[in-house]
């Protein structure tokens, strides 16, 4: 296959690694691969491994016609025979960019979102849905995220649930001597118990819930750090409000990590506070290492944990249940215990090696189908990480 792979920019997040690591994988397999990026952000573009090409359209905007007219132009040069784009922005300008070169290569959208954050995005969600219904096929990430968008008339052609995975051998490369070393950095306790974040400092990721859930704790007789790895525009509130709540001791901000193996392996447990996750990587990369994982029950999270079993799940915003969650996890024989399952969840569940296999079955099938068995495919009755619905 000749593939084309567009994201809104290659900036620190989800959509852009899921993106980043199909194109290096498909590459690995034989198949010629192509990126392109809308906005000049290029904080990601060192991942990329293999890539034929990789183009950056400089839109000065959010709409800029000149960057449509650039991929149209590499469309017409690359002649892909799919397309893949990461999200709504970049699949406007796929749309258009396709129309305009008059390029008839299939175009797969891969949705990672869950929730629209503001009025702004429902309103732009009006012009994005004929996008949308006109996309080949609309890979979303869990079947929660799938049914709650077709709720929402927010479907392509064909449509088909693909679970975000990792590479487990790579996420088992960690070992405990990395997790003292960044302990010892920071100065933490050997006995101390950790819980980690990993996720950017942004509103609807919600550390701050995770600083007022350590203040509660502290009030119960039970202390614990957390260790939030990265960094964002959020940080001045965290930590006001950890200085507020006497606890400024035990939340550590790591800023910006390239490799944040070192850091989850420095941990107990994970937390996940957000209002709005899709399929968090975050989550399935520390159950990978071995770490149970307290997240929010949003999107496909109680896909990947069951409360007991992974780690726990808790209401949104729901902070006294956040804190009870932690304070199991306190009895770090019951930690271990559910690390360890957790980690063979991802290795049955959720390895890279499935997913990239399940988007190159997708991609082969839409390229080789025409209308008839586009129509046929979508009868078919499979699993639902394999499922292609009308």
């Given amino acids: ?41 290029p904080s990601q573009l060192a991942r990329f491994r293999g890539a034929t090409s990789i183009t950056c ?33 970049a699949m406007l300008y796929a749309s258009l960019a396709r129309r305009m070169a008059g390029i008839r290569a299939p175009l797969a959208v891969v949705w990672h979102t869950t929730l629209l954050n503001n009025f702004k995005e429902q309103v732009q969600m ?22 709650r968008w077709h709720a929402r008339f927010v479907r392509g052609r064909t449509n088909q649930v693909i679970y975000n995975g ?7 490369h960690a070992t405990t001597g990395d997790g003292e070393r960044v302990r010892a950095q920071f100065g933490i306790a050997p006995d101390a118990f950790v819980v980690g974040m990993s996720a950017v400092l942004r ?14 704790l502290r ?20 930590e006001a409000r950890a200085r507020e709540l006497g606890v400024e001791d035990d939340v550590i901000i790591t800023g910006f990590q390239q490799d944040v193996k070192p850091f989850v392996a420095a941990c107990d447990a994970v937390a996940l506070t957000s209002f ?11 159950m990978a290492m071995g770490k149970p994982v307290v997240h929010s029950d949003v999107g496909g999270a109680a896909e990947m944990i069951a409360n007991g079993r992974e780690g726990y799940l808790f209401p949104v915003n729901d902070t006294p249940a956040l804190v009870e969650r932690l304070e199991a996890l306190s009895d770090r024989a019951a930690c271990e215990r559910m690390g360890a399952i957790a980690r063979e969840t991802v290795r ?26 586009r129509a046929a495919a979508t009868a078919e009755t499979v699993e639902p990480a394999q499922e292609l619905v009308s």
């Fill in 1 to 41: 296959m000749r593939l084309l792979f567009i994201t809104g920019s290659l900036v620190h997040g989800g959509a852009e690694r899921h993106t980043i690591t199909l194109s290096n994988k498909l590459a690995e397999r034989g198949h010629e691969c192509h990126a392109a990026y809308v906005k000049n952000d």
């Fill in 57 to 89: 359209l400089h839109a000065a905007r959010y709409f800029d016609f000149g960057a449509v007219r650039r991929l149209a132009d590499l469309m017409r040069r690359v002649q892909p025979t799919s397309i893949v784009a990461a999200n709504q922005y």
């Fill in 126 to 147: 009006l012009y994005y849905r004929p996008l949308f219904w006109a996309a080949e096929c609309v890979v979303f990430v869990c079947e929660a995220q799938r049914r």
């Fill in 166 to 172: 990792v590479d487990t051998a790579q996420w088992l």
């Fill in 203 to 216: 509103p609807e990721k919600n550390h701050v819930q995770l600083v007022e859930a350590l203040a509660a």
């Fill in 219 to 238: 009030a119960r007789g039970q202390r614990m750090k957390a260790l939030m790895i990265g960094d964002g525009p959020t940080r001045p509130q965290v």
């Fill in 276 to 286: 709005a996750e899709a399929m968090s990587l975050a989550a399935i990369e520390a």
């Fill in 348 to 373: 049955v569940r959720f390895s890279e090696h499935a997913m990239v296999s399940r988007y190159e079955d997708l991609l082969m099938q839409l390229e080789g189908a025409g209308p008839g068995r």
